[in-house]
């Protein structure tokens, strides 16, 4: 890194220097900075009390850093003067060496033509550089910021299908936006990891530039990682809201089998109570009874259909809540209850059915033979037949 000391104590300004240093140290990542940074001062232009004034406040700025501070002075003077600008420090104190010395402690192809070297830099397409990078880093924390703001919101929806509709009306267009904003920045990184200080490229790069890439990149990978959240949390809300829309005809359903049954069932089930007093009564009352099994047995397959789905959407991961579980769990004793009421009725008028007909033949057989006695003139053969 390298500064240069003002020309006269007028152009010198403290805050300044400090806002500097900060940015500069900001622009390096903490292991380039464990490793050690070196500035450089270019102080051959400005006499001995600025320059001292200089590196007395930059020497305070970087107490905590692990840093090497030369100062290029004039060639052969200050000799008797160096001495008054060290400092009490864990780090090496200041080196002060002139021009001709400075390739002894750094590489030629890392000094600027002014100091010696042979480092193409511009400073003005630095400056560009640096203003895009900002630009992106600011616009990555404010796109983060509402990622996961409108990430804490979607996670946040109570459960429900009126709650998770209204935070997907509230939020759709919210959502959108982010995500647009969020992909656009994506983009934008992308296109700076490919030309950001390729301009500036000779045979070095320098460190600010391996920094900086390095960060934009570790900032796309949390923006992407991000936004990845945000579309989980969308289609988590759009899975809850699809959960809430099944669990909801789940209700419906189970409600009206079980209703259907404890009303309209029941009533068709107890206005069939008689047996029938003969043959044909018997046999009517059976047929209207299959007719009335035959009415009930699409309550039936509602019934088995909702054990299906719900067995169904369990296997596919929707929640079902603890009241549907046992409504149910009621539906199926009252299904199982109606049924085997049904049953019984049924065996009932078949045993009715059959106890008249065999009473008809009885009754049939007897007048039979009834008959045969009395027509019978042969007394003899009547004298048989009763002995018989």
Request: charged share 25%.
């Amino acid at each position: 890194v390298t500064l240069t000391t003002p020309p006269d104590l007028a152009s010198f300004d403290r805050a300044q220097l400090d806002k500097s240093l900060n940015y500069v140290l900001s622009i390096f990542s903490d292991e380039t900075r464990r490793k050690g940074l070196t500035f450089v001062v270019d102080a051959q232009k400005s006499n001995w009390r600025l320059s001292r004034l200089c590196v007395r406040h930059l020497l305070q700025g970087l107490v905590e850093e692990a840093a090497t501070l030369i100062i290029v002075r004039p060639e052969a003077f200050w000799d008797k003067r160096v001495d008054n600008c060290t400092r009490v420090s864990k780090n090496a104190e200041p080196i002060y060496v002139p021009q001709s010395r400075l390739t002894k402690y750094i590489e030629p192809s890392q000094l600027t033509a002014d100091l010696g070297g042979s480092l193409d830099y511009d400073h003005a397409a630095w400056l560009q550089d640096r203003i895009k990078a900002e630009r992106f880093f600011r616009e990555n924390m404010e796109t983060q910021t509402e990622l996961e703001r409108v990430t804490k919101i979607l996670r946040g929806a109570r459960e429900g299908m009126n709650n998770a509709a209204r935070t997907m009306t509230q939020t759709s267009a919210t959502y959108n936006n982010t995500c647009h904003m969020a992909n656009s920045l994506i983009q934008e990184g992308r296109s700076m990891l490919d030309d950001f200080g390729i301009a500036r490229i000779t045979e070095v790069i320098g460190q600010d530039v391996l920094d900086t890439r390095a960060k934009i990149d570790r900032q796309l990978g949390l923006a992407r990682t991000r936004l990845l959240a945000l579309h989980q949390a969308w289609s988590n809300l759009q899975k809850s809201l699809a959960d809430a829309k099944e669990v909801n005809k789940l209700e419906g359903g189970v409600r009206r089998v079980t209703e259907w049954v404890l009303t309209k069932g029941e009533d068709l089930l107890t206005s069939h109570h008689q047996v029938g007093y003969d043959i044909a009564s018997a046999e009517k009352l059976r047929r209207e009874h299959e007719a009335l099994e035959l009415h009930c047995r699409e309550t039936y397959g509602q019934y088995a259909e909702l054990l299906h789905k719900m067995q169904a959407s369990v296997q596919s991961g929707v929640a079902i809540p603890e009241d549907l579980q046992a409504q149910r769990d009621f539906m199926d004793f009252v299904i199982r209850s109606f049924a085997t009421r049904l049953e019984r009725r049924r065996n009932i008028l078949i045993s009715s059915a059959r106890f008249y007909r065999l009473v008809s033949e009885y009754f049939q057989t007897t007048s039979d033979v009834y008959e045969n006695l009395v027509m019978t003139p042969d007394l003899e053969q009547l004298e048989k037949a009763h002995g018989t």
